[in-house]
């Protein structure tokens, strides 16, 4: 079975450009998370996608956005991008919202650069 | 607000060592979820093991035991005879009921040398 894909491993952007990642879950989960793991910030939770909509948002600014398609893949998208958004970004997929014990399986991560 | 100090931020062991990896959790709710992840040199996280808050039973997994105590808010990790292939980041994490979103630790990195 296939794990958590994501898209691109490695993105460049200069400050101010528009970054979008992507993520395709494990066949069969509704849920997508996305965290960031920034340098010396650890992991924070970004945004919970589930079944199409938005469940919940992390302490990120509105320019972090994203959005999940009817196959359950799902895009983050960064505008306006600042030098502190470089980091790694995982996405995550569950089997579904709830209950909050479903483990979740992380992907490779996209490493955004921003310069 | 929920919060996980994982006090540890790098431990270095050589191998065959025993090495206990530290969590200390916070939350008021009564019904949770703790989690230890490994995040290997490659990146990606990898699912190790998941505790309730009603089950206090500490579980082994080969060279791999966890430590659950409610008293003291903590689920401690213990590599038994660590090897090389244990070296990596190891996050612990904290869910709440109805809420699917994890809040990790800073992470720990250990260090097995030969």
């Known amino acids: 079975e296939a794990g958590v894909t994501q898209s691109p491993t490695h993105l460049i952007k200069t400050r101010g450009q528009q970054a979008t990642l992507r993520c395709s879950p494990i066949?069969?989960?509704?849920?997508v998370y996305w965290y960031q793991q920034a340098l010396g910030l650890g992991l924070q939770f970004l945004l919970w996608?589930?079944?199409?909509?938005?469940?919940n948002r992390g302490n990120f600014p509105p320019r972090f956005s994203g959005r999940q398609f009817p196959n359950y893949s799902s895009e983050l998208n960064v505008n306006a991008l600042e030098l502190e958004d470089s980091a790694l970004y995982l996405c995550a997929s569950s089997l579904r919202s709830a209950p909050a014990y479903n483990e979740q399986f992380f992907g490779p991560g996209t490493r955004l650069t921003v310069l | 607000a929920q919060k996980v100090t994982q006090a540890q931020t790098e431990i270095s062991v050589v191998e065959k060592e025993d090495v206990t990896l530290d969590c200390v959790y916070e939350t008021r709710d009564t019904t949770y979820y703790l989690f230890w992840y490994k995040q290997p040199p490659s990146g990606e996280l990898v699912f190790l093991i998941r505790?309730?808050?009603?089950?206090?039973q500490n579980e082994i997994s080969g060279r791999y035991s966890w430590n659950f105590q409610k008293s003291t808010s903590s689920f401690n990790f213990t590599i038994t005879a660590s090897q090389v292939v244990d070296s990596a980041v190891y996050f612990c994490a904290l869910s709440l009921s109805g809420y699917s979103t994890l809040t990790f630790g800073k992470g720990t990195m250990l260090l097995v040398s030969p």
């Open positions: 066949s069969g989960h509704t849920s």
């Open positions: 996608y589930d079944e199409g909509e938005e469940r």
């Open positions: 505790r309730n808050s009603f089950d206090e």
